[in-house]
């Protein structure tokens, strides 16, 4: 089942502008992790972002969780085209163990043009 | 470099035949995971092994099976029993966190296609 909705699908920018991506979830969580895949690549972590976290940053990444809405926000300021990838956040449940099960969403494409 | 090394990148597999995606990591993590990997869409559990000799099944088991015999190896069997095998395979591992989430760790992937 997809707990996590990304907006937009795609996105399409020039280097230098801002990106934000929306993610929206169903039912309570306690983390929210965002990633990035380029083309043919696995996944990358880029930032973790706990149930009782409202903001938090990494570099030109900022990342905005509301429980309230149940939805956070990844923002990518003064994009570069290297940035060009699908980005996905992935809801956190836990089950038995500690261990971590991660709900992906079906990602938003985002290409950068120079 | 620690890492996840996922192999073979590319695999062909004829009608009825089993086919084994192999997955290593030096990470010495406790957790690794199988994700599938359709086009457009995100990715969907079908394995996870908490510590060796023991695994779960995750949302999509049905026609693949593995094993953990070794920490640093879990390898993912695609039986003749899964009749749209044709996607995206990702291994990922995570550290065992005692009750905190962790960031999970991906190898490079493996693109099962079908002859």
């Known amino acids: 089942s997809q707990q996590g909705e990304e907006d937009p699908q795609a996105l399409s920018i020039q280097e230098g502008e801002n990106a934000t991506m929306n993610c929206s979830y169903k039912?309570?969580?306690?983390?929210l992790q965002w990633y990035r895949q380029n083309s043919g690549r696995g996944l990358v972590h880029l930032i973790l972002?706990?149930?009782?976290?409202r903001e938090k940053h990494s570099g030109r990444l900022r990342v905005t969780l509301d429980t309230s809405k149940k939805s956070s926000s990844l923002l990518i300021t003064a994009s570069r085209a290297a940035d060009t990838a699908s980005y996905f956040c992935?809801?956190?449940?836990?089950?038995?163990?500690?261990?971590?099960?991660?709900?992906f969403g079906a990602g938003t494409r985002l290409a950068v043009h120079p | 470099d620690g890492g996840i090394t996922q192999s073979p990148k590319y695999l062909f597999r004829k009608e009825g035949q089993n086919v084994t995606l192999s997955c290593e990591q030096n990470?010495?993590?406790?957790?690794m995971y199988w994700y599938r990997q359709d086009p457009g869409q995100g990715l969907r559990l079908i394995y996870y092994?908490?510590?060796?000799?023991?695994?779960q099944k995750g949302d999509i088991a049905e026609g693949y099976s593995v094993s953990r015999e070794k920490k640093e190896s879990f390898p993912l069997t695609v039986t003749s029993a899964q009749k749209n095998p044709t996607a995206f395979y990702l291994c990922?591992?995570?550290?065992?966190?005692?009750?905190?989430?962790?960031?999970?760790?991906f190898g490079d992937g493996t693109r099962l296609s079908i002859l």
């Open positions: 990922a591992s995570s550290r065992s966190t005692g009750g905190l989430s962790q960031p999970q760790h």
């Open positions: 039912t309570s969580i306690n983390n």
């Open positions: 972002i706990r149930s009782n976290e």
């Open positions: 992935a809801t956190d449940l836990f089950f038995s163990g500690g261990y971590n099960k991660l709900i």
């Open positions: 990470l010495n993590h406790d957790a």
């Open positions: 092994s908490q510590i060796v000799n023991d695994f």
